[in-house]
């Protein structure tokens, strides 16, 4: 089955600090990979994507590379702000079914000044 | 920017009432859908809508639930008899094609609350 897995977090990083967060998938098709940020109090918004494998997606200096060998989509910024503090959620879409998608459970990132 | 609106963003109700959970999504979209996220927990697939008719389900999408698109606009989660476990945020989400590839555009959710 499709499933997505994340580190735990919080994730606690000072200003200018560079981020990894983890994502590893499980996938019976050819999944398309997105990241998702949820500031407080808000809505999922989408981060990036990449539909094939080694396929870059990057927005707003968050990067993250589609690696079909480790079945891996791991989240990236190089120097961090406050303002990126929220919560970042990875999630695939399997090709086989169009439908839904599947989210992992979610890493909640604190910048601190 | 288009977005995905819900109404309300908070709703507290009696435990056993029936509650409506409503959504306007992006005009051009054709597919819509209903996740749940429980405190603490991973957002959790219910169901999807296209046409008219319910596409797909999860196991949690039981009889209890319903949704409904009663106009050209808006498209409702009715859930019957709520019991505690319902209460979570609740994210209408649509996409303009079925989504493979493709992005699903999330409103700010209805915080859910049963007493």
């Known amino acids: 089955g499709n499933s997505v897995t994340q580190m735990e977090g919080p994730v606690t990083l000072s200003e200018e600090a560079f981020l990894t967060i983890n994502c590893t998938y499980t996938?019976?098709?050819?999944?398309?990979l997105f990241w998702y940020v949820q500031y407080p109090g808000e809505g999922l918004q989408l981060l990036l994507k990449?539909?094939?494998?080694?396929d870059k997606g990057s927005n707003k200096g968050f990067e993250a590379t589609y690696r079909k060998e480790t079945t891996s989509f791991h989240l990236e910024k190089g120097s961090v702000q406050v303002s990126d503090s929220a919560v970042y959620f990875c999630?695939?879409?399997?090709?086989?079914?169009?439908?839904?998608?599947?989210f992992g459970s979610g890493t909640k990132l604190n910048v601190k000044p | 920017e288009p977005e995905v609106t819900q109404t309300p963003s908070h709703q507290v109700t009696q435990m056993g009432q029936e509650v409506i959970l409503r959504c306007v999504p992006i005009?051009?979209?054709?597919?819509f859908y209903w996740y749940r996220q429980i405190l603490g927990q991973k957002v959790e697939f219910l169901v999807s809508?296209?046409?008219?008719?319910?596409?797909?389900k999860s196991e949690i999408f039981d009889d209890q639930f319903s949704v409904e698109r009663p106009d050209g606009s808006n498209f409702t989660l009715k859930i019957r008899s709520t019991k505690l476990e319902d209460s979570a945020m609740y994210f209408c989400?649509?996409?303009?094609?079925?989504?493979?590839?493709?992005?699903?555009?999330f409103g700010d959710g209805t915080r859910l609350s049963i007493l």
């Open positions: 999630a695939l879409s399997d090709q086989n079914n169009f439908n839904k998608f599947y």
């Open positions: 005009s051009n979209h054709l597919y």
């Open positions: 996938a019976t098709g050819y999944p398309s």
């Open positions: 990449a539909t094939k494998a080694d």
């Open positions: 809508f296209y046409n008219n008719e319910i596409s797909e």
């Open positions: 989400a649509s996409s303009p094609h079925s989504t493979g590839n493709q992005p699903q555009h």
